[in-house]
């Protein structure tokens, strides 16, 4: 056999192997995803003997994220208060994993839990439009603004970290006629090490979860409106900040969040 006929040969080989590579990729996805919609038909018909109504197709196949450990970014800490207090910042090491810093037009303190508190004349302009600002630098979503006709209130927002949600940490800002006053919330650095964990549960045992929760406590819901994946924050001794990846159920009365690690079911 001359070196073209071999060489067409291997070709001929090397499409078919590749092929049947992605028949295979197929044929799998397709009995997975037939698996998930019988799963979904069953549990939504369980949770509706229950007296709770879901709707199989939005329950997501999506894999939940790995957990992550954050490591703390003091230059973040500054960059946040330099953004709120402006120039001349001066900054003290009160110990214990807290740091706090001053200027002219207020004070701020940084825990190593994530947590700070800024307050004073945060806003030379605008106060509405810094909120956004701040949001927009630090990664900060779903603004909802409680001002009056006067722009004095409440403005808050959630952290976003990977494309999705923290539910326990979110920020809230303060103004008295449009000139911000008060910022308190969680800052989340973005360097972090995976956590090695279980499996995470999926949506379908997130429900399992939630409907078990259901039956023991006596839990009110008529309906399941939303499922999607989040991030919950946790602290310890060991890891001031942890992000859990975890499932936000959304109900017709409330909110619950089932834990992908432990199943454990909340509400906030």
Known sequence: ???????NVII????????????????RRTVAQSAHSRGAEELSALLAADGIQLDPGIIPQADPPEGRSLTRDTALDRKAAAFLLGKGLTSFNQGGGVYSYTSSAGAALFRDNGSF???GTLSSGSGETRCREFCEEFHYASLVSRLDEEG????????????????????????NRNVLVSVSGTLLPETFTVTEDTVPLSALAALTAFQLQVRETGAVATSITDLYLCYELQSTAASPMSLVPAWCLVTDTVKYY??????TVSQI
Do not use: E, H, W
């Open 258 to 263: 089932v834990n992908c690690f432990t199943g």
């Open 12 to 27: 001929l080989i090397l499409i078919l192997t590749d092929l049947a590579l992605m028949g295979a990729l197929v044929y």
């Open 1 to 7: 056999m001359d070196r073209f006929r071999l060489k």
């Open 117 to 119: 508190d800024a307050a």
């Open 152 to 175: 004095s209130g409440t403005m808050t927002a959630v952290r976003q970290f990977g494309g999705l949600p923290v539910f326990n940490a979110s920020i809230t800002f303060t103004l």
